[in-house]
């Protein structure tokens, strides 16, 4: 019969999910070179749809963001200030703004809170 684990922290669960940001958030100078080939460039059309796409996005995290509780918006904050380059690592420009976007947003979206909540 397997060992139950200990549950995991909220710290914990915080840094499982942003220790993928490697893999999974488009760190595209780690990947193969033979997998790099296949990659293609995205036309100027692509481009505009995934920019349509991100400012969809980031309007509806404003709108969840203001109905949400006090508690999410402080784990949001958090997240932002945990995204730092790994030890011995040089910080990634795009990857601090992105920080600074998400608490950017966060404060947007208090702008937006209802007055009952």
Known sequence: MPMSQPPLTEADLRRR?????DNEGGALAEIAPEAAAEIRELTNAELVHLRIRVIALENLMIAVL???????????????????PRPGHTPHPLTI?????????????SHYRSHDS
């Open 66 to 84: 203001a109905e949400g509780s006090d508690r999410q918006r402080e784990i949001a904050r958090q997240m932002a200030d945990y995204i730092v």
């Open 17 to 21: 999910a942003l220790s993928r940001w």
């Open 97 to 109: 703004q992105a920080a600074h976007h998400m608490t950017e947003m966060v404060g947007r979206a």
